[in-house]
């Protein structure tokens, strides 16, 4: 399991390490991701109103916009390290 603080300058360092760990396995991994739910708050939810603006997406009535640098970043790195099909 690799467990993250909610801090990406820490988080890539550790995701970073414990992915070139699994990639080392000579076995058949499978990778599940399990997304952390957050509390709506009317700030949260102004921040991802700011967010999709920003960034052209659609805006949600009742959810905050889903972040995916982590998952990004993970695919990404499965791939540089040739681990298969990812």
Sequence with gaps: MIFLAR???KDSLTLGESLDRL???TDTIILLLFAEGTRFTKE???ASVKFSKEKGLHI???HLQPRTKGFVYTIQRLQEKGSGKV
């Design 23 to 25: 990639t080392e396995y």
């Design 7 to 9: 801090n990406w300058e």
């Design 60 to 62: 949600l009535k009742h």
């Design 44 to 46: 949260k939810y102004e």
